[in-house]
Structure formats: C-alpha cells, structure tokens
C-alpha cells in the first residue's frame, strides 16, 4: 500500500503539482481535509476520476492502519542512543549533491535563485533550493542539539529541564514545518509588487503576441523591476523575478507550456551551434593536412558524425520553435499540427521519426557516446 503513496507522490513531483520531500508529503496529508483538497485538485485537472472514498482507500489506508502522527524533534534528554552526529550528516548531504552545490555548507537562499527562467537554470535552482532546505533543517539540528545544552546546564530539577526541552522541541519543530514556505518567499521584492508582477505575466501569456514577442515583454518586465533596485541587488531581484515567471509562464496543469519548450529550445540552440562552430573549426584543420596519420582519420570521421547529429538537433530545434504557442499545454501544442493538417508542411514527423531511432539504438546498443549524440537526444 505504501508503493502506492509513493507512487502517487512521485507522479505529483514529476508533474511540478508537489515539490516538497516525500517526508512533507507524508505529513501534510497525513490530514484528512488536506487530502479532500487533494482530491478536489486532481479531478478538477482529470487527473482522477473516481470519488474520494475510492481516493484515500487506494492511496491512504496505510496511513491509517498505521495511526502514525509525525513526532516532533526529540528533547535532547530522549534523543536516540545511536542517533547520527549533524557532522556526519553534513557530509552525506555535501556528497549527496556532489556535482550540482559546489559547497552545501556556504549555500544561502540569494546563491539558490534562478540566473534565467531557462528550463535548464530553473533545474538547477531547484536542485540547489532542495540542499538549501535539507541544509536549514541540520542548522535547526544543531541548534537546538546547542541550545539543550544551555538548558541543562541552568536547570534545576528534571522536571523543570523536561519542560524546557519540550518548549524548545516545539519551537524548532514549528520552525522546521514552516522553512518550505519561508525558503520559498521573496524577500527582495515586496508582496504587493509580486502580486503585480504575477498577474503582468499571467497576461503576456495569455496575449496572443509571438513567441519573441512575449520574451521581449517579460525581459522588459525584468528590467523595469531590476532598475528600481539598488546595483548590488539586481542580481537578487532578478533571480526572484524569473521564479515568479517560472511558476506563470512555464507549467500548465503539470505540463510544459509550449513558451517553456520553446525558451529550452532556443537556449540549446545557442549551445549547439558554438559546439558546432568548434567542430567545424577543427574539422577545417584536418582536412587541410595532406598526410593524415590513423588517428587523425578516425577523428574527422567523429567529426562529421557530430556534425550530421548537430545539424538534425539545430534543424528538430527550428521546427519546434515554429509549432503553435497558444495552446493550454506543449502536449496539446505538439498535438495540434496533427490535428490540421500541418505536420506534413513542418515536417514534424521528423521528430518521431528521430525519437523512434533514438530509442532503437538504445536497445541495439549502437549509439555513439558523442555530446552531439546527446544533444541530439536531449531536444528529442
């Protein structure tokens, strides 16, 4: 039963319809009006079809079977024997997010923003806001591990310690519950003006201007805010307001927008063509050596490998920026085309075709492991 809430849970987390741990998610809807709530969210999506009593019964039961209450933080006075030392656990957690935070332990909320509202930034914004949460919960560790310390150390009976202790446990506890919330609001931008700057993009989205169009007006919309902030904290602001954009302009009922692709797509456009623009170059090289040695062969064979694979992913780019972007959802802008006829004309078959092979040489096992294999992949 208990694969079954996971299953749930990762389901929620892949859409972007529920971000937190799995933990949270086990505590928030441990509650059963919060689960009613669920419920109402996900038929109103047509995520679930069916009632709630049939909701919670598949996905809940073991929940209340178990009658499980999540514990507070435990009074240093009852803290496990073998419990793990923070020290130890900030290590795990700096190895855990090795390659993504360079270092966990220096990570505050100003170096977790966004530095675009890229799909490829806001990954990585997330990943690092997830070190930053699990990193303020071992700061709460240790503080209360400090501050049990003072207290037994000033208290005179046990009973006055035990009270103390639960005070502070709840303390830190309601701290711990409320830190998603908190790591989430903007603290440089005020709320009046995030509600503002919401509703601004909210209507650039729903306008009917071009793909370009709406990216011109979103980066006006950045700079008018930037400009009113002191130089030093631009680089802040900014990053605030490409979160807000994120939640607006990139997801539609747990889906990608087509703005959200397109906005990836032109990025790795970029990216894709300076890759090419160095493998041209050195292919040039080459070719330009009369007396060639093996080695040198077989490198300007790589070469125009990568090349052909930089050439389809720039060419399955340019067709995706010229699908239709006032659809609900990418699914439905991809269906679209389809759907009127114009998949002929964009030759949009292209890109199943791509993906068909793509899968296929995974199986066969005959896939070059060359950055334009990849990218080429990645677009598809």
């Known amino acids: 039963m208990e694969d079954k809430l996971q299953k749930l849970y990762q389901t929620l987390n892949d859409q972007g319809l529920y971000t ?41 039961s073991s929940l209340k079977k178990k009658d499980e209450t999540v514990e507070p933080l435990s ?9 793990t030392p923070v020290s130890q656990k900030r290590l795990a957690l700096q190895s855990k997010y090795a390659g993504d935070v ?33 990193k303020s919960i071992l700061d709460l560790e240790d503080e209360m591990e400090s501050r049990a310390k003072e207290l037994a150390a000033k208290a005179e009976t046990q009973e006055e310690l035990d009270k103390e202790l639960q005070k502070l446990s709840d303390e830190i506890t309601k701290r711990a519950e409320a830190l998603p919330s908190e790591l989430e609001k903007p603290k440089y931008i005020a709320p009046e003006d995030v509600k503002v700057i919401d509703e601004e993009v909210a209507n650039i989205m729903q306008s009917g201007d071009a793909f370009d169009t709406k990216n011109k007006h979103l980066e006006d919309l950045i700079k008018h805010f930037e400009d009113m902030a002191p130089e030093d904290m631009r680089p ?33 456009l970029n990216d894709i063509e300076e890759k090419r623009t160095v493998a041209v170059k050195e292919w040039a090289e080459l070719e330009r050596k009369k007396n060639k040695t093996p080695e040198e062969l077989e490198r300007q064979d790589e070469l125009d490998h990568e090349l052909r694979m930089y050439g389809q992913a720039g060419r399955l780019l340019e067709k995706l920026d010229r699908l239709p972007d006032d659809q609900g959802s990418f699914v439905q802008g991809l269906a679209a085309p389809w759907q009127d006829g114009t998949v002929t004309s964009l030759g949009i078959s292209d890109v199943v075709d791509a993906a068909t092979q793509l899968q296929a040489s995974n199986r066969v096992g005959n896939m070059r492991g060359t950055d334009a294999d990849r990218d080429r992949k990645s677009v598809v």
């Open 102 to 134: 360079e270092d966990v332990s220096t990570l505050d909320y100003d170096k977790s923003l966004p530095q675009s509202y890229t799909l490829k930034d806001l990954s990585g914004a997330k990943t690092r806001q997830a070190a930053l949460y699990e």
């Open 20 to 60: 937190k741990t799995y933990d949270d998610f086990v505590t928030q809807f441990s509650d059963d009006t919060k689960r009613q709530t669920l419920h109402s969210v996900l038929t109103e999506k047509g995520l679930y079809t069916k009632s709630y009593e049939d909701f919670d019964g598949q996905f809940f």
């Open 236 to 268: 802040k602001v900014r990053g605030e307001l490409n979160q807000i954009i994120a939640k607006r302009a990139m997801t539609h009922g747990g889906q990608l927008t087509p703005f959200a692709a397109k906005t990836e797509g032109k990025r790795m």
């Open 75 to 83: 009074p240093a006075s009852s803290a496990p024997v073998e419990d």
